[in-house]
């Protein structure tokens, strides 16, 4: 399985988020992959979300990435992943295309940024 988690800042950021991809984790590897997205909001949502700030981003990244290094140790793949929105709102620069394995999250919006820019590339 491909899954997503939805980041809601307030709600399953910072120490929860680690939680929730520990938590999934467990589930390797029937779980394959996992993308970190931010939420998105339209006027019709029934609780007051807030969006992803550049803060929250950086913050959700540097969690992403201190797993990543830990499941690529373990595993040889990355396991977890954040989506290409979450670099734009950070102002990061994305990950090497090779990172993103074999696009299992593309249409998450994992990679696709990254692939469109290597083929544009060529």
């Known amino acids: 399985m491909h899954i997503q988690i939805v ?3 307030g709600f399953n950021d910072g120490k929860e988020l680690q939680n929730t991809i520990k938590d999934i984790y467990k ?3 029937y779980v394959s992959s996992v993308a970190v997205v931010p939420v998105g909001l339209t006027r019709h949502r029934r609780h007051q979300l ?7 981003a950086l913050a959700a990244i540097a969690i992403v990435e201190s797993f990543q290094k830990r499941f690529r140790k373990k ?4 396991i977890v992943y ?9 102002g990061n620069i994305f ?27 060529k």
Do not use: R, W
Request: with cysteine; aromatic share 10%.
């Open 7 to 9: 980041l809601c800042p």
């Open 27 to 29: 589930f390797y590897p």
């Open 50 to 56: 807030q969006p992803v700030t550049k803060d929250n």
């Open 75 to 78: 595993h040889g793949e990355p």
């Open 82 to 90: 954040c989506a290409d929105e979450m670099y734009i709102k950070a």
């Open 95 to 121: 990950p090497p295309l090779k990172e993103y394995g074999g696009l299992s999250q593309i249409e998450n919006g994992v990679g696709m940024v990254p692939l469109f820019i290597n083929q544009a590339k």
